[in-house]
């Protein structure tokens, strides 16, 4: 025992070297555990392409509601066996024939600014897939918005949804009315 200054007395108070090695371990083993949920990029690619689909399609959906001339395509192509997504053309100027066939063709143009397309191998270099419910090639737009097929119909009757997978599931939903956003 040891003595203060006013000659009470106390005991030292503190951590014994048994107490302090079990924390260290435990700290240890939580951290090599917790570790590999953090590190990588494991469910990062399909939330990124989710948001970059939305995006591309809430784009030519505003381009359609804003752009009402006729014969002309506003529409995001897919292509489930590459995978990848885009629009056929985004050449809206001229009003010659062959302008207006080309917003309407089933391939995409992967010149398309990023935030609209996907590159030809940029989805399966990141292991993602993506395919379409009810199968579909593509969704076009017409002036209000609404999702519409190649002959003018409205399409999407309950729902469109697009899935993108690789290691989770992650979907884009298209309603009838033209309401786009992530869903289960």
């Keep these: 025992m040891m003595l203060n200054k006013q000659g009470c007395s106390f005991k030292k108070k503190g951590f014994t070297l048994v107490e302090l090695i079990t924390v260290i371990i435990l700290i240890s083993v939580l951290s090599v555990s917790v570790f590999s ?9 399909e939330y990124t392409y989710q948001a970059k689909l939305i995006s591309g399609l809430r784009n030519m959906q505003t381009r359609a509601m804003h752009d009402t001339r006729n014969d002309y395509c506003f529409q995001i192509n897919f ?13 809206y100027v001229s009003d010659t ?6 917003t309407c063709e089933t391939d995409i143009e ?5 935030y609209l397309t996907t590159n030809a191998t940029e989805m399966t270099d990141a292991g993602v897939s993506l395919s ?6 593509f969704i076009s737009f017409n002036s209000l918005g609404q999702p519409i097929d190649a ?3 409205l399409t999407c009757s309950g729902q469109c949804k697009i899935v993108l997978t690789d290691e989770q599931a992650v979907s884009v939903c298209i309603e009838s009315q033209g309401y786009i956003h992530a869903c289960e």
């Excluded at 292509?79 to 050449?91: H, I, R």
């Excluded at 024939?97 to 080309?102: G, H, L, M, R």
């Design 37 to 45: 949920r953090f590190s990588g990029t494991s469910g990062f690619a």
């Design 79 to 91: 292509d489930s066996t590459t995978p990848a997504f885009g629009p056929p053309t985004l050449n």
């Design 97 to 102: 024939a062959s302008d207006k066939e080309a």
């Design 110 to 114: 992967f010149g398309n600014p990023e």
């Design 132 to 137: 379409t419910l009810p199968s579909f090639n």
């Design 151 to 153: 002959t003018g119909e």
